[in-house]
């Protein structure tokens, strides 16, 4: 009897070291991967950088640089999503690669492009009007040179703004920045994702 009674419980003891096992084993696993190597899981989905918390811009009338190109709709950055670069307006190099990836994710949009504006901040020597007439037509461009503007481009991340694209939500929230040299894929991959899950703009 006795010895049935001690199989019986190195029975259950097996048991129960296979059970702590089950739950046990995976838990060191995970801790060892975390901690004892360099891998770590992906932070984000999103290709952009999202900027936490998002910032608020503060409504600012800023006078149209070239109302030519500028379309009708809602105030600045009120209304619709925005795609906006802040720089210069000669218009370097960057600068029309920037302008360029913005127009065409604007237009990849297809139905969805109307909720988006695109708008050029001009924070010294306006403009190449040549170009931005004949180039980017629907292009909103602001004079964002004089002291009335200090405060909105305050809230714009400072570094590196020559390669740098932003995306401003319809109530004037300044939420993402985009390395406008990555893929335009990512990009577009993002805009998408906001205005399928956006209620607004």
Same mark, same amino acid.
């Given at each position: 009897?006795?010895?049935?009674?001690?199989?019986?419980?190195?029975?259950?003891?097996?048991?129960?070291?296979?059970?702590?096992a089950?739950?046990? !084993?995976?838990?060191v696993?995970?801790f060892?991967i975390?901690?004892g190597?360099?891998?770590?899981?992906?932070?984000? !989905?999103?290709?952009?950088?999202?900027?936490?918390?998002?910032r608020?811009?503060?409504?600012?009338?800023?006078?149209?640089?070239?109302?030519?190109t500028a379309?009708?709709?809602p105030?600045?950055f009120?209304?619709?999503?925005s795609?906006v670069?802040?720089?210069?307006?000669?218009?370097?190099?960057?600068?029309?690669a920037?302008?360029?990836?913005?127009?065409q994710?604007?237009?990849?949009?297809n139905?969805?492009?109307?909720?988006?504006?695109?708008?050029?901040l001009?924070?010294?020597?306006c403009?190449?009007?040549?170009?931005?007439?004949s180039?980017?037509?629907?292009?909103d461009v602001?004079?964002?040179?004089?002291?009335q503007?200090?405060?909105?481009?305050?809230?714009?991340p400072?570094?590196?703004?020559?390669h740098?694209?932003?995306?401003?939500?319809?109530?004037?929230?300044l939420?993402?920045?985009?390395?406008?040299?990555?893929?335009?894929?990512?990009?577009?991959?993002?805009?998408k994702?906001?205005?399928r899950?956006?209620?607004?703009?």
């Amino acid at each position: 009897m006795s010895e049935n009674v001690a199989q019986l419980r190195a029975r259950n003891l097996r048991t129960l070291a296979a059970l702590a096992a089950l739950f046990l !084993v995976p838990l060191v696993l995970a801790f060892f991967i975390y901690y004892g190597t360099g891998w770590r899981p992906a932070a984000r !989905v999103n290709h952009g950088t999202l900027i936490t918390p998002p910032r608020p811009l503060p409504p600012t009338a800023l006078a149209q640089l070239v109302p030519e190109t500028a379309a009708n709709g809602p105030p600045l950055f009120r209304g619709r999503w925005s795609l906006v670069y802040v720089g210069n307006g000669a218009c370097a190099a960057d600068c029309r690669a920037a302008l360029y990836l913005m127009r065409q994710t604007r237009l990849a949009l297809n139905t969805d492009m109307r909720r988006v504006a695109r708008v050029f901040l001009v924070t010294a020597d306006c403009c190449d009007r040549t170009f931005l007439e004949s180039e980017h037509a629907g292009l909103d461009v602001r004079d964002a040179s004089g002291p009335q503007a200090r405060t909105l481009l305050t809230a714009f991340p400072a570094s590196d703004r020559a390669h740098t694209l932003f995306i401003v939500d319809p109530l004037g929230n300044l939420m993402m920045s985009y390395d406008a040299r990555q893929s335009p894929h990512g990009l577009l991959e993002d805009l998408k994702k906001l205005l399928r899950l956006s209620q607004i703009g």
